[in-house]
């Protein structure tokens, strides 16, 4: 079974553009996780997606947003990008909803300039 | 508020010896654990997990302790090996969080030759 991809993995974008980041889960998985990994913060918990709506959210600015589609593929978008925004975006992937074993992918890193 | 950290940012074992991570979570109320592995370039890699009705669970070359009137938790790896370098780790889940992981700030294993 194939694990949970995510695209683009490299990005650059300057500060004030936006970026839409993709992940598709392993299959048959419903649930889509999104995490900030930065050197100062560590893992920090985006939001969470089952059935194509939004179940849990972390303590990110509305910049940050996402959705899920009918096929359970989830995209996030960022708004208005800030220096601070640049880190290693991270996609897990769960059966179920709130589903404690998570399956991450590779992460897309972003920096902004 | 809930928090999980990592006693040390770094620890460094000679191959074949035995690794023990620490953690520590400030949440009682914190019903599950998970220990994660995350190699250079790779997203976390699910290791073993623990809810928090049990004390010890074994998996291949990994063990997990966890000792609630502390708030204390522990990865052991048996054996350790060249290919255990990595990143490690934990993060416990509040149910009432809507089961949402929080990670600690992991700790860098490095195995010697």
């Known amino acids: 079974k194939a694990g949970v991809t995510q695209t683009p993995r490299y990005l650059i974008k300057t500060r004030g553009q936006q970026v839409t980041l993709s992940c598709s889960p392993i299959s048959g998985h419903r649930s889509v996780s999104w995490y900030q990994q930065t050197p100062g913060q560590g893992l920090q918990f985006l939001f969470e997606y089952f059935s194509e709506t939004q179940r849990n959210k972390g303590n990110f600015p509305g910049r940050f947003s996402g959705r899920q589609f009918s096929n359970s593929r989830s995209e996030m978008n960022v708004s208005t990008l800030e220096l601070g925004d640049s880190a290693l975006y991270l996609c897990?992937?769960?059966f179920g909803q709130g589903a404690y074993e998570q399956y991450f992918g590779p992460g897309t890193r972003l920096t902004v300039t | 508020g809930e928090s999980v950290g990592l006693h040390l940012p770094t620890l460094s074992v000679q191959e074949g010896d035995n690794s023990i991570i620490n953690c520590a979570y400030s949440?009682?109320?914190?019903?599950?654990f998970i220990w994660y592995k995350q190699e250079s370039g790779k997203g976390p890699q699910f290791i073993i997990d623990i809810r928090s009705n049990m004390d010890k669970r074994q998996g291949q070359r990994v063990t997990v302790l966890l000792n609630k009137t502390v708030k204390h938790l522990s990865l052991q790896i048996a054996a350790t090996q060249p290919g255990d370098s990595a990143v490690y780790f934990c993060?416990?889940?509040?149910?009432?969080?809507?089961?949402?992981?929080?990670f600690g700030s992991g700790t860098q294993l490095t195995v010697l030759p």
């Open positions: 993060a416990d889940v509040f149910s009432g969080s809507a089961r949402q992981l929080t």
């Open positions: 949440n009682s109320a914190s019903d599950y």
């Open positions: 897990a992937s769960s």
